[in-house]
């Protein structure tokens, strides 16, 4: 329990370990819950349960990620980082299912696959020191990237629309690298723009999948 209670800091705007010590890195995190009534609503006219599912985790990373830049601790950065991961395996599994048509068993089997495959690749980020900081998300915008070259025949528009995704992520995750790097020349740092660009990069995912499933109902 005492670990849980630990407090961290490891972002640039923050001073201490008062509540308000990240104002602009706790407040963007209502980007979050922006793009996730947005996506609610626009999700809202169609019957895809796992495009509400991921509304609703959207939601809790912004939860999560407030709490994480209020409290500063172990338990928030749980709060944070879990429903990321649930994100990630949502998503995964919606395209390995709809995008690229698997079967049930075979759509879990290629989303448990992201286990190996961060494990082989993270290591490759951790050594650049630019990279190190987030090594465990940069993963990431490669997979979209491959998803994205799997897709350019089968499905165009969902293949173009990951990958912007793709590019909005590594910009996102270029200024959460940042973050410290910069913190002498800009003392607010560059963690809240990681907020605001994966909040719109995550919004716009789930745009990607409602508009693939609504192409595919024809």
Do not use: K
Request: aromatic share 12%; glycine share 6%; proline share 5%.
């Amino acid at each position: 329990m005492e670990g849980l209670l630990r407090q961290v800091d490891g972002y640039c705007e923050r001073t201490d370990f008062t509540y308000w010590s990240e104002p602009v890195n706790a407040l963007t995190n209502f980007a979050f819950l922006l793009a996730a009534w947005v996506m609610w609503r626009r999700v809202g006219e169609d019957r895809l349960p796992l495009a509400r599912a991921m509304v609703a985790v959207l939601a809790a990373i912004g939860v999560g990620s407030y709490l994480f830049h209020t409290h500063a601790a172990i338990w928030a950065s749980l709060a944070d980082t879990v429903p990321i991961g649930l994100f990630i395996l949502l998503y995964l599994f919606a395209a390995n299912r709809h995008f690229l048509g698997l079967p049930l068993g075979w759509a879990l089997v290629a989303t448990a696959a992201f286990v190996p495959f961060a494990a082989v690749t993270i290591p490759l980020f951790l050594r650049h020191p630019f990279t190190a900081i987030s090594a465990a998300y940069w993963p990431v915008p490669l997979l979209i990237a491959i998803y994205a070259l799997a897709l350019r025949r089968r499905a165009s528009a969902t293949s173009r629309g990951l990958a912007v995704g793709a590019g909005v992520l590594v910009v996102s995750l270029a200024f959460r690298s940042a973050d410290m790097v910069v913190c002498g020349q800009i003392p607010l740092g560059t963690h809240f723009l990681w907020h605001l660009l994966n909040a719109l990069m995550l919004g716009w995912m789930i745009e990607v999948y409602r508009r693939h499933r609504r192409r595919a109902e024809g």
